[in-house]
């Protein structure tokens, strides 16, 4: 039973532009949520999706959005890339019938921005 | 708004030896969960024990136990026979209920070193 998969591994982008982060959760699991974690802080919550749409969001700006396909994977797009934008992009999935507090994290995407 | 506190960034132990890590939350829910999960440098988040808020036993979790203290709103982790293998980053994290639906909040996190 393959966990929850994210792609790329690592990314290396430069100011401006936009970049786009993938996740697959694991198996029977039909929610998912995007956590950034900056160096040496704790995860921050980006946005959580379900049955294709935006649930809940955190403090973050407009730049970043996502979507949830049919197939419950999920997309994390961020616009205008800043340098502070360097971050672990870490997605989580879970089941929403089986409870939300049991969250499964992927390994993450290693954004650079430059 | 939940907070959470980790206030020991750094802490070191000797293999073998009992290290307690803290953490304090801030909630007005009733209803909720308390996670501690372990960071490694490869930066794979992983649970290492939950407790739910409603249970007044603390969870253990082979050598991890913890100790809730609901009114206190404290939340610390013992790791017992410390093994070289838990190096890592500890985060405290809370989720709660119908307020702040399914978002984790993490504290800074707990730099924790075993030493031979």
């Known amino acids: 039973d393959a966990g929850v998969t994210q792609s790329p591994t690592h990314l290396i982008k430069t100011r401006g532009q936009q970049v786009t982060l993938r996740c697959s959760p694991k198996?029977?699991?039909?929610?998912v949520s995007w956590y950034q974690q900056a160096l040496g802080q704790g995860p921050q919550f980006i946005f959580q999706?379900?049955?294709?749409?935006?649930?809940q969001r955190g403090n973050f700006p407009d730049r970043f959005s996502g979507h949830q396909f049919p197939n419950y994977s999920s997309e994390l797009n961020v616009n205008a890339l800043l340098l502070g934008d360097s971050a672990l992009y870490l997605c989580?999935?879970?089941?929403?019938?089986?409870?939300?507090?049991?969250?499964?994290f992927g390994s993450g995407t290693q954004l650079s921005v430059l | 708004a939940q907070t959470v506190t980790q206030s020991q960034p750094e802490m070191s132990v000797q293999e073998a030896e009992t290290v307690t890590l803290s953490c304090t939350y801030d909630?007005?829910?009733?209803?909720?969960?308390l996670f501690w999960y372990k960071q490694p440098p490869s930066r794979q988040m992983i649970l290492v024990i939950r407790?739910?808020?409603?249970?007044?036993q603390n969870a253990t979790e082979n050598r991890f136990s913890v100790n809730f203290q609901k009114a206190a709103k404290s939340f610390s982790l013992k790791i017992s026979d410390s093994q070289l293998g838990d190096t890592a980053m500890y985060f405290c994290?809370?989720?709660?209920?119908?307020?702040?639906?399914?978002?984790?909040?993490f504290g800074e996190g707990t730099q924790l070193t075993v030493n031979p």
């Open positions: 994290a809370f989720i709660g209920g119908e307020t702040s639906g399914s978002r984790l909040t």
């Open positions: 999706y379900y049955e294709e749409e935006e649930r």
């Open positions: 198996s029977g699991h039909d929610t």
């Open positions: 909630t007005s829910e009733s209803n909720y969960y």
């Open positions: 407790q739910e808020a409603y249970k007044q």
């Open positions: 989580a999935s879970s089941q929403r019938q089986a409870g939300n507090e049991k969250l499964f």
